[in-house]
């Protein structure tokens, strides 16, 4: 296995505390959504894994019982509020989403039945920025974005053909549908604001699953979006900046707490930017460090997410936790083998090469990387294992 791996790929394969193989670890490579075990490590950290997102409700009311002028949804960044029939439409289902359709009945049950004014998005915690400055044209509004505060259905208005370019608008949008669907009246067009003005009152509040779940969400179906938000409420967290940049910085310094040698060079938390670089043993240190916490969020082999067509007819089927990563020339698998009444094996498998993101290319390997962490038992000799 070990003379398999490509020039430019390393592997690396730990278990109870030893290196069973270290092909190239330290070498600096693109992970490509590999990227996002590291966004969602120090996710863990410093949001904490008890956070969760807020949205908020307010209105300007009126004297009149049920009547208000204008409703504000404002963003609290939550990634993964969707509707039902969003939800149907998607490769990868969301499944640990915050219910647009419970925040409608929230607000119905507060006896609002007529707005006359407009609908109005708020998303005023994170910055203006849509997309990462380093992402190819093509990945936009496709492979994630617009980015923002407040966001539904990934920026999606069901019903229409494209993305709009604002997110805020597009959510408020969706709430108006659902309210109108409920019997409530909205005289306006929805709008996007900077702020919500002093004379609003609150009305309700939808919060999203605990992080974890959310982090789930994130690693199972390589969400891109979710990962990018999260990578702005770390900014906004440590540093009150709702940026790219921000999280960006708050990661490094998360990675030099760790002690993690050599330092990865990343760009976003998606691991959309082909300018991403991280070595194996990067990502070794974290699996290690935080078994408990991540081994849980990860796809299942021939089960769910990015590995449910891998891994199908192998012995791994059902049994290997990983995380994905594929860009042109990018393929990588990083992640752990749980062991029967023993500690997991460790493993992080990245190859950069020209075709290796071509299933013939990439397979037989991962195959007999399958095949060599198989050979894992509860009270093996180390030897037995090395790939």
Not at 102 to 107: K, P, R, S, V
Not at 152 to 167: A, Q, T
Not at 218 to 232: C, F, G, I
Request: aromatic content about 6%.
């Amino acid at each position: 296995m070990q003379s398999r791996v490509p020039s430019d790929g390393c592997l690396t394969v730990e278990w109870l505390g030893q290196s069973l193989s270290n092909v190239r670890g330290d070498k600096l490579l693109v992970p490509a959504s590999a990227v996002k075990v590291l966004t969602a490590a120090t996710a863990l950290e410093v949001l904490g894994p008890s956070f969760t997102y807020k949205t908020e409700i307010l209105a300007t009311k009126t004297d009149q019982p049920g009547v208000v002028t204008d409703l504000f949804i404002v963003g609290g960044g939550d990634p993964v509020i969707v509707r039902n029939e969003y939800v149907a439409t998607e490769k990868y289902k969301t499944f640990n989403g915050t219910s647009l359709e419970t925040l409608a009945d929230q607000i119905v049950a507060t006896g609002i039945r007529t707005i006359t004014g407009s609908i109005v998005g708020i998303d005023s915690r994170y910055d203006e920025k849509r997309f990462v400055d380093v992402w190819p044209s093509e990945f936009h509004f496709t492979e994630s974005g617009p980015l923002g505060a407040l966001m539904m259905n990934d920026g999606v208005v069901i019903g229409e053909p494209i993305k709009p370019d604002d997110p805020a608008v597009a959510a408020a949008s969706e709430l108006r549908s659902m309210l109108l669907a409920r019997g409530i009246t909205v005289s306006g067009a929805v709008r996007h604001d900077p702020s919500v003005p002093s004379a609003a009152t609150a009305v309700t509040t939808i919060s999203s699953s605990p992080l974890p779940l959310l982090l789930r969400e994130m690693l199972v179906n390589s969400d891109n979006n979710t990962a990018e938000l999260v990578l702005k409420e770390i900014g906004y967290n440590q540093k009150k900046l709702g940026s790219t940049a921000a999280g960006l910085e708050v990661v490094t310094k998360f990675f030099a707490d760790k002690k993690i040698t050599p330092v990865p060079t990343l760009l976003d938390g998606s691991g959309l930017s082909s300018s991403n670089k991280a070595s194996c043993q990067s990502f070794m240190t974290l699996l290690n460090s935080q078994a408990a916490e991540l081994a849980p969020l990860l796809a299942i082999a021939g089960t769910s997410g990015t590995l449910i067509n891998a891994f199908e007819d192998s012995p791994m089927n059902g049994r290997l936790l990983g995380k994905t990563g594929t860009l042109s020339g990018v393929k990588s698998l990083v992640g752990y083998l749980p062991v029967e009444g023993g500690q997991p094996v460790v493993f992080a498998f990245i190859m950069n090469a020209s075709g290796i993101d071509n299933r013939t290319a990439y397979r037989p390997l991962w195959n007999a990387l399958g095949e060599a962490l198989n050979k894992a038992k509860p009270t093996p000799r180390a030897d037995q294992l090395a790939p």
